[in-house]
Nanobody
């Protein structure tokens, strides 16, 4: 059984930074692409970033590109999202997700990923 646990959310001022972590457990994650999604109040869940199982491919939404960096440490089964230059519109619950598929396909799967974490709240004040 796959378990994903996010941490690192919090309250930060606009322009600040946060690093989210997602610890994966329950099985070997070889061949699992992993990614981040977010859901703001009253809005649909949306894709943020994804990384291939090898770590060699990274993919970002237009809003995340240039500000966020997704990475993973396979020795620790941990996924990260470094978020810089945060804006109030980045306020949302951030979820990590995992699946055996091409990482670039995650951007089309905000509701259908097979494995999800419980989410961590990120609040950016203006």
């Amino acid at each position: 059984q796959v378990q994903l646990v996010e941490s690192g959310g919090g309250l930060v001022q606009a322009g600040g930074s946060l690093r989210l972590s997602c610890a994966a457990s329950g099985q070997t994650f070889t061949h699992y692409a992993m990614g981040w999604f977010r859901q703001a109040p009253g809005k649909e869940r949306e894709f943020v970033a994804a990384i291939s199982w090898s770590g060699g491919g990274t993919y970002y939404s237009d809003s995340a590109k240039g500000r966020f960096t997704v990475s993973k440490d396979n020795t620790k089964n941990t996924l990260y999202l470094q978020m810089n230059s945060l804006k109030p519109e980045d306020t949302a619950v951030y979820y990590c997700a995992a699946a055996i598929l091409a990482a670039q396909a995650m951007r089309n799967m905000p509701h259908s990923m097979p494995h999800w974490g419980q989410g961590t709240q990120v609040t950016v004040s203006s």
